[in-house]
């Protein structure tokens, strides 16, 4: 009964989430080259399979070091598994998705969505950080800042909160929006948050004073945004079948890709040149940013595909399907 009733509740909302966040990247150094290479060899073979949830898992992390995934389904539980090994790290109980790692990989956000709060947890020890209350409705999406001092989030009450993660206490509330919030993200330099909604735009907030910046019209519903490793650029997916590439500075619309179905999720590489999108066709499509055209058709799930997520290095790639697995693409 607890199981249909959770499953009941968060059907539509966990079709909305967008994971992914692409936070934590590296200095401009020998490292992003070193990712630039791993990111391209990406073979599409499978590393592991994990078996993540009995009820479907709808999210997936990496911790930025790439030691850890994290996967949450409508199980109501959220599981931690060794990368190399397979292994199931922890389980944290009475929580679900969606799942992200602060940049310095000590926090993990997860959410209730009987009561309408984010959970911080210690993600070494397991141990509840701190709760986030304030939201009227399920709440559909987390991101933090790169700093990690802020915790963004989009809500079925249409709204926008800002969060400080420290304290847990709200320091913007951005209302404007039409329907649903789906997704949030929060621009590299912590200086723009991005919304998308069902009511069919984008909303670009300034992130200290709370002020629209800038609405960008689309031509369906907004499933998942979000920005690229170095911000010049914000992606986001619609419910009619498309990946749209904006200027995240102009709000140009630059490119369009289409799927073979209808998307779910996004990640970029860490180098920002290729584009990951989870499908209902049960695959995970990988896009070259730069030519727009199709690089990676990865296919095993027998489900949909509801997340995507880059290790930090781009080595490997983690898919939350439908199908109750996670698989790790190399």
């Keep these: 009964m607890f199981t249909r009733m959770l499953k009941q509740k968060l059907g539509l909302v966990m079709a909305l989430l967008s994971l992914a966040c692409a936070f934590g990247c590296a200095n401009k150094s020998g490292n992003e080259s070193a990712k630039a290479v791993a990111a391209h060899t990406l073979k599409g073979t499978?590393?592991?399979?994990?078996?993540?949830?009995?009820?479907?898992?709808?999210?997936?992390?990496?911790?930025?070091?790439?030691?850890?995934?994290?996967?949450?389904?409508?199980?109501?539980?959220?599981?931690?598994?060794?990368?190399?090994?397979?292994?199931?790290?922890?389980?944290?109980?009475?929580?679900?998705?969606?799942?992200?790692?602060?940049?310095?990989?000590?926090?993990?956000?997860?959410?209730?969505?009987?009561?309408?709060?984010?959970?911080?947890?210690?993600?070494?020890?397991?141990a509840e950080r701190q709760t986030l209350s304030g939201h009227s409705g399920e709440i559909t999406s987390v991101a933090f800042s790169a700093d990690g001092q802020t915790v963004a989030s989009g809500s079925f009450d249409k709204s926008v909160k800002l969060w400080e993660a420290k304290t847990g206490t709200v320091k913007q509330t951005l209302?404007?929006?039409?329907?649903?919030?789906?997704?949030?993200?929060?621009?590299?330099?912590?200086?723009?948050?991005?919304?998308?909604?069902?009511?069919?735009?984008?909303?670009?907030?300034?992130?200290?004073?709370?002020?629209?910046?800038?609405?960008?019209?689309t031509d369906d519903i907004v499933l998942a945004v979000l920005f690229s490793p170095k911000g010049e650029m914000l992606a986001s997916i619609s419910g009619d079948k498309t990946v749209k590439l904006w200027d995240a500075q102009t709000g140009t619309l630059k490119k369009t890709l289409t799927g073979e179905d209808s998307l779910t999720s996004l990640a970029f590489s860490p180098d920002g040149k290729l584009l990951a999108c989870g499908s209902y066709d049960k695959s995970v499509r990988v896009w070259d940013v730069q030519t727009a055209e199709p690089k990676l058709t990865l296919k095993g799930h027998s489900e949909v595909v509801e997340s995507v997520a880059f290790s930090s290095d781009g080595a490997l790639l983690a898919s939350g399907s439908e199908d109750k697995t996670v698989k790790l693409w190399e």
């Design 46 to 126: 499978v590393k592991q399979t994990l078996t993540a949830d009995d009820e479907g898992v709808r999210s997936v992390a990496f911790s930025p070091d790439g030691k850890t995934v994290a996967s949450g389904g409508l199980g109501n539980a959220v599981k931690l598994w060794d990368v190399q090994t397979g292994s199931l790290k922890r389980t944290l109980e009475e929580t679900g998705p969606p799942v992200v790692f602060s940049p310095d990989g000590k926090t993990l956000a997860t959410v209730d969505a009987f009561k309408n709060t984010i959970r911080l947890w210690d993600a070494q020890t397991g």
């Design 175 to 217: 209302a404007g929006h039409g329907d649903t919030v789906t997704s949030v993200a929060i621009s590299p330099d912590g200086r723009t948050i991005a919304s998308g909604s069902r009511d069919e735009t984008i909303r670009l907030w300034d992130a200290q004073v709370g002020t629209l910046k800038q609405a960008l019209q």
